[in-house]
């Protein structure tokens, strides 16, 4: 299981705590490995998980005293990989998963990667 990804620039550290209610999101030195908390996520309400990599919810964000609630769809790549999907944030929670605040092209994706992720041999031929 995941707990501690990076971001593929190892500037953002993604913590989920031990029971995953929570995601927290953190400015991170890899060089330190000192992190300074941004925001904190929690699950409002899950929408679909019928497939076992993919999972759609709505969630909270607050960042200091700002709540905000966003559509987020976390994708399983790999063992190693995650790549969350995040919608416009709204200040209301029915509108998060709204047409108009979940369009892929204008949605950010983030893909994290596991903290100590190791090196594999490539298993793709061409």
């Known amino acids: 299981r995941l707990k501690r990804l990076l ?5 953002r550290l993604y913590s989920f705590d031990v029971d995953r209610t929570f995601l927290s999101v953190s400015n991170y030195s890899y060089t330190t490995k000192e992190s300074v908390l941004v925001s904190r996520t929690s699950v409002v309400q ?9 999972v759609k919810m709505v969630t909270r964000t607050v960042s200091g005293c700002e709540q905000m609630y966003r559509c987020t769809v976390l994708y399983r ?11 416009l944030p709204t200040r209301v929670l029915r509108a998060a998963c709204a047409g108009v605040n979940f369009v892929s092209s ?8 596991k903290e100590n992720l190791e090196i594999r041999e490539c298993n793709l031929f061409g």
Not at 7 to 11: A, G, Q, V, Y
Not at 46 to 54: C, K, M, W, Y
Not at 77 to 87: A, F, M, Q, S, Y
Not at 106 to 113: A, D, H, S
């Open 7 to 11: 971001t593929f620039d190892f500037n």
């Open 106 to 113: 204008r949605n950010v994706f983030t893909t994290l990667l």
């Open 46 to 54: 899950i929408l679909d998980e019928a497939d076992p990599s993919r």
């Open 77 to 87: 790549r790999t063992d190693d990989i995650l790549e969350v999907e995040e919608g």
